[in-house]
């Protein structure tokens, strides 16, 4: 697994310019893929109320703005239960007004944890899967063209509270 580390302080992780390059396909319709969050992805408490929004694990984005037609899974500590990460489906579906993302809760996860991930985009539906749990969300721009794969984010509003590493591997 290729190891993805986002700084404290900042929102992106550290991609090459090969990487990146290389993330853009043709008519991309199912994603595979593993992953792994380190320990330092787990924090408590929660340092204010943007600690609950969600960070972005990997996706696909179609065309040529993730903002406007996109699927990934995203995640945030719960904080409740040490060492537990709360997984969600995440899309953004390019609409002018709300809501212009919505995001779907799927799994728990613990830290150390190897986890199992497709994301399937079906027409009019997205089937993600992670760990055998199946969910559905609504795709309302099909376009099954120029696709990009999507990299570890931190935030919403807030950067790293400290480094985290989360490993991926691309199937």
Request: aromatic share 14%; glycine share 8%.
């Amino acid at each position: 697994m290729k190891k993805y580390l986002i700084k404290k302080g900042n929102h992106y992780a550290t991609i090459s310019i090969f990487e990146r390059v290389a993330a853009f396909s043709w008519k991309n319709l199912v994603y595979r893929f593993q992953f792994r969050f380190h320990s330092d992805c787990y924090w408590s408490p929660a340092r204010n109320q943007d600690d609950q929004d969600l960070n972005k694990i990997t996706g696909i984005g179609f065309g040529i703005n993730h903002h406007e037609n996109s699927v990934r899974l995203a995640w945030v500590p719960d904080f409740n239960v040490p060492g537990s990460i709360k997984i969600y489906g995440y899309t953004y579906n390019g609409k002018e007004d709300d809501p212009r993302q919505t995001s779907l809760y799927i799994t728990s996860v613990t830290t150390g944890q190897t986890c199992n991930a497709e994301i399937a985009s079906l027409g009019d539906k997205y089937k993600i899967t992670i760990n055998g749990v199946i969910v559905s969300m609504d795709n309302s721009k099909p376009d099954h063209n120029l696709c990009f794969r999507l990299f570890p984010y931190f935030g919403g509003n807030n950067v790293a509270p400290q480094d985290m590493n989360i490993e991926i591997e691309y199937l």
